[in-house]
């Protein structure tokens, strides 16, 4: 049987004490690290394309937090993403349940 990948994302203030080839015990081992920098001000294409939301939806939903002109709608990522994220929880709950 074959080993599996599995993706962890960490969201902390300090970067976790993990290092490569670091074997986690019950867990495994530390094959790959990625570190994510945001930049100060991201478009709403930028987060339409990320989320996969029409840059409309954006626009409509997170409207309040524009830190551009009515033209160039930029924003802050750290302000609006967990709003993003959220929100594509919330929108997948739509609709009729199926019968059992």
Do not use: C
């Not at 019950?26 to 709403?44: C, D, I, Q, S, Y």
């Not at 954006?58 to 524009?66: M, T």
């Amino acid at each position: 049987m074959g080993m599996n990948k599995y993706i962890v994302i960490v969201e902390a203030e300090h970067p976790p004490q993990v290092f490569l080839h670091d074997t986690i015990p019950n867990v495994g081992k530390v094959l790959e690290l990625k570190a994510e920098e945001f930049p100060n001000r991201v478009t709403a294409a930028w987060l339409a394309q990320r989320f996969n939301l029409s840059r409309k939806t954006i626009i409509e939903k997170i409207g309040a937090f524009n830190k551009g002109d009515d033209n160039k709608h930029l924003y802050d990522p750290k302000e609006v993403m967990p709003i993003l994220e959220n929100f594509n929880v919330i929108a997948s709950k739509r609709g009729a349940q199926r019968k059992k």
